[in-house]
């Protein structure tokens, strides 16, 4: 990474916690799914049963209970992480519009 070359440390936004081994094959079988997911009216839409049974059926996996719960997970994760986000963008976003704003009201040109 060119910030890590320039300064010598990974930037924080980029450093991710470590994925256990046990959820290595769920976030690979996630990973396939997501990348095949669709997108509605108002963004991106959860993995639904009928992807699941159609990545069963194209892959020939089989998945347990306890596999379809570790899939919710990070389904919950993913979602919530950017929601997060939205939240963030939308925060400075408005900081910096009202640091913006606070030179709107000084008038232009002469005045009268």
């Known amino acids: 990474m060119a910030a890590e070359a320039a300064t010598g440390r990974t930037p924080e936004r980029l450093i991710t916690p470590a994925i ?9 079988i996630w990973l396939e799914l997501h990348a ?9 839409l959860p993995i639904s049963w009928p992807d699941l049974a159609a990545y069963c059926a194209v ?12 899939l919710n997970v990070i389904e919950q994760e993913f ?13 400075a976003a408005s900081r910096k519009g009202a640091l913006e704003g606070t030179h709107a009201g000084k008038p232009r040109g002469r005045s009268r």
């Open 20 to 28: 256990p081994d046990c959820f290595d094959r769920h976030l690979h």
């Open 79 to 91: 979602f919530e992480s950017r929601t997060e986000a939205q939240k963030r963008t939308e925060s």
């Open 36 to 44: 095949r997911r669709q997108v509605g009216m108002a963004g991106l």
């Open 59 to 70: 892959t020939r996996e089989r998945l347990t209970r306890q596999d379809l719960h570790a």
